[in-house]
């Protein structure tokens, strides 16, 4: 199976800019797909493919990709923004199947 | 606006089998643009994907818990369903039922969520 790596914790200070990262081999042939998770409750779809954010995401959310590592980076972080990040891709050693990354926990200070 | 809700019970004991049902409104599980998965997550972890259906009614699943698990589907209820056999303590999450989308050259993304349903596996 294929994994997704991500730093367990992040923080960034108030209107600054923060990059969470998400890195793993699948990474390389797919661009990873972005979620946000406040406390109890749902993820939430923030960013996907190369370039879409869903309606309603601020476009302070965008993400890029080089090699092996995705990055979803958030232009002057607010307080809202302060959640668990996580990545997903595709499995490397089956492409219908679905990993997630660790997740990131994002403070903003 | 699509919506899913997850139903089943809180409680399984250890060696049964965890049922739990999606219900989804504003728009039809049977459209041919859209899957339909399960995902998990234990309290305090990360999310886990379980399994998927298409609209065809082929499934896949998580390698992890191939041999366990079933993902039905259920179009005169624009319903899908989630069967786990021979639970144990560590099945015990919140299980979210969501809509996959997917697109050429990216990760499956996952832009409908319920609100998830937590299952306790206890006796």
């Known amino acids: 199976s294929s994994e997704l790596t991500q730093d367990p914790a992040v923080s960034v200070a108030l209107g600054q800019t923060v990059r969470i990262t998400c890195q793993g081999d699948s990474l390389r042939t797919y661009f990873a797909t972005w979620y946000q998770q406040k406390p109890g409750q749902a993820p939430v779809l923030v960013f996907y493919?190369?370039?879409n954010r869903p309606s309603g995401i601020p476009d302070r959310f965008s993400g890029s990709t080089s090699g092996n590592t995705a990055s979803l980076t958030i232009t002057g972080a607010q307080a809202e923004d302060e959640a668990d990040y996580y990545c997903?891709?595709?499995?490397?050693?089956?492409?219908?199947?679905?990993?997630f990354g660790g997740g990131t926990n994002l403070t903003v200070l | 606006q699509v919506q899913l809700q997850e139903a089943g019970p809180g409680l399984v004991k250890p060696s049964q089998t965890l049922s739990l049902t999606c219900t989804v409104s504003?728009?039809?599980?049977?459209?041919?643009?859209?899957?339909w998965s399960w995902i998990r997550q234990p309290a305090g972890k990360g999310l886990e994907w379980v399994g998927r259906i298409y609209p065809s009614g082929n499934t896949k699943y998580n390698p992890s818990l191939k041999s366990r698990v079933t993902v039905s589907l259920d179009t005169s209820k624009n319903q899908f369903s989630l069967k786990l056999s021979s639970v144990t303590a560590a099945d015990t999450a919140v299980y979210y039922c969501a809509r996959e989308g997917d697109i050429l050259g990216a990760a499956p993304y996952f832009d409908y969520w319920g609100q998830g349903t937590l299952v306790t596996v206890s006796s």
């Open positions: 504003g728009g039809s599980i049977s459209s041919g643009s859209h899957y």
């Open positions: 997903n891709s595709r499995d490397t050693s089956g492409y219908h199947h679905v990993v």
């Open positions: 493919g190369k370039n």
